[in-house]
């Protein structure tokens, strides 16, 4: 049997990379991130990198190649902590849009997105579209 892959946008430092290591070892992850210093510590760690900018980046596999895609879009300009909540009007923001780009063109099996509160309304308007390309998906806020 071929090995699971999974990409993961937005990686960081590599915590939903050991997240995945310890509950599915035989799973091939590579994360993309535009942070050399996460990069850095997420290789350090043992986890595959790409240094990209994913705003203009595109999927590197073709479709079916790759079994899941999980996303955390930057949260900043969507967070009740920042006093603008830009959204969509910070560059940043539209970094959202990511996901559902690489979920249509890689066609995965699975995708598992989150993000602050703020831009759920984005989340769900990405889910109509993914709905519309056959994905069965569920949004909502998840009080952890």
Same mark, same amino acid.
């Given at each position: 049997?071929?090995?699971?892959?999974?990409?993961?946008?937005?990686?960081?430092?590599?915590?939903?990379?050991?997240?995945?290591?310890?509950?599915?070892?035989?799973?091939?992850?590579?994360?993309?991130?535009?942070?050399?210093?996460?990069?850095?510590? %997420?290789? %350090?760690?043992?986890?595959?990198?790409?240094? =990209?900018?994913?705003?203009?980046?595109?999927?590197?596999?073709?479709?079916?190649?790759?079994?899941? =895609?999980?996303?955390?879009?930057?949260?900043?300009?969507?967070?009740?902590?920042?006093?603008?909540?830009?959204?969509?009007?910070?560059p940043?923001?539209?970094?959202?849009?990511?996901?559902?780009?690489?979920?249509?063109?890689?066609?995965?099996?699975?995708t598992?997105?989150?993000?602050?509160?703020?831009?759920?309304?984005?989340?769900?308007?990405? %889910?109509?579209?993914?709905?519309g390309?056959?994905?069965?998906?569920?949004?909502?806020?998840?009080?952890?």
């Open positions: 049997m071929a090995a699971r892959k999974v990409r993961i946008l937005f990686a960081g430092a590599g915590g939903t990379c050991e997240g995945l290591r310890q509950v599915a070892p035989n799973v091939e992850s590579l994360g993309y991130d535009i942070s050399e210093d996460a990069c850095a510590t %997420a290789e %350090a760690a043992g986890h595959v990198r790409k240094l =990209v900018n994913l705003a203009d980046y595109e999927p590197d596999a073709e479709p079916g190649e790759v079994d899941g =895609v999980i996303a955390s879009p930057t949260c900043r300009p969507w967070s009740t902590a920042n006093a603008t909540r830009r959204g969509l009007d910070d940043r923001g539209r970094l959202i849009n990511v996901p559902a780009r690489w979920v249509l063109a890689l066609r995965p099996r699975w598992a997105w989150e993000i602050t509160p703020l831009a759920l309304p984005a989340f769900q308007w990405h %889910a109509a579209t993914l709905r390309a056959g994905y069965s998906v569920v949004t909502g806020l998840l009080r952890a």
